[in-house]
């Protein structure tokens, strides 16, 4: 299995600030997604990270809200913008190193007071 | 569309005792299926998986799932239940492998009482 890493690990952010996530992958994977879940509740696609393009958002999430970047095949980042408190969730980077399954990072636990 | 319920968001079981997860799923072609296990201020673990061949999957630390197409079903087994299993699990299926995009279920935790 692959190794997926996040920073920050968790944050606790005030109303109408931004906070932007990292995910590191150690090997070079076919695709990456960025999930949402929220507490007590199972995971919710955000978008999927496409290298040196714009990520494709699932329905109910907007760019300008989570703004995504993916410079390279082992590197992306979501930012949530313009904090509130119904943002407080974990965020998960996931990446999928063949046809069939994805790997999962950490988790960042984000909190917005 | 697919999509996956999973029977109980609560299960509780002694040590020692059959671990039975349920799942079951909706997909208009040969699924793949998966299990992951979530422990607490953790992310996903993948458990074992189900893709093609054959239908009873052994997966990391004991546990097992057999895929019944007539069933729609892929279970989670582990015969004997320890305290580490405590954890939430999620079952998640995709329809085939490739770019196709993956659908949890809600999850169910699992309490081992000792």
């Known amino acids: 299995s692959a190794v997926i890493s996040q920073k920050p690990s968790r944050d606790i952010c005030q109303r109408g600030t931004s906070l932007t996530i990292q995910c590191q992958v150690d090997?070079?994977?076919?695709?990456m997604f960025w999930y949402r879940q929220q507490p007590g509740q199972s995971l919710t696609l955000i978008a999927t990270a496409n290298q040196g393009s714009e990520a494709t958002y699932e329905s109910g999430f907007v760019i300008d809200k989570f703004p995504i970047s993916r410079p390279n095949l082992t590197f992306s980042t979501l930012t949530v913008s313009n904090m509130s408190p119904e943002d407080s969730s974990i965020y998960l980077c996931?990446?999928?190193?063949?046809?069939?399954?994805?790997?999962f990072g950490p988790g960042t636990r984000l909190t917005v007071l | 569309a697919q999509s996956v319920t999973q029977l109980g968001s609560h299960v509780s079981v002694s040590e020692g005792a059959l671990v039975l997860l349920r799942c079951n799923y909706s997909s208009s072609v040969p699924p793949y299926l998966f299990w992951y296990v979530q422990y607490p201020n953790q992310g996903l673990q993948l458990l074992l998986k189900?893709?093609?061949?054959?239908?009873l999957v052994k997966g990391i630390n004991g546990f097992e799932a057999e895929f019944k197409k007539s069933e729609t079903s892929f279970h989670l087994t582990k015969p004997s239940a320890h305290m580490s299993d405590a954890a939430e699990y999620f079952c998640a299926v995709s329809e085939g492998g490739g770019y196709q995009k993956v659908t949890f279920g809600t999850g169910t935790k699992l309490q081992v009482i000792p």
């Open positions: 996931s990446g999928k190193f063949n046809t069939d399954t994805q790997y």
């Open positions: 189900y893709t093609t061949g054959a239908t």
């Open positions: 090997s070079q994977v076919t695709m």
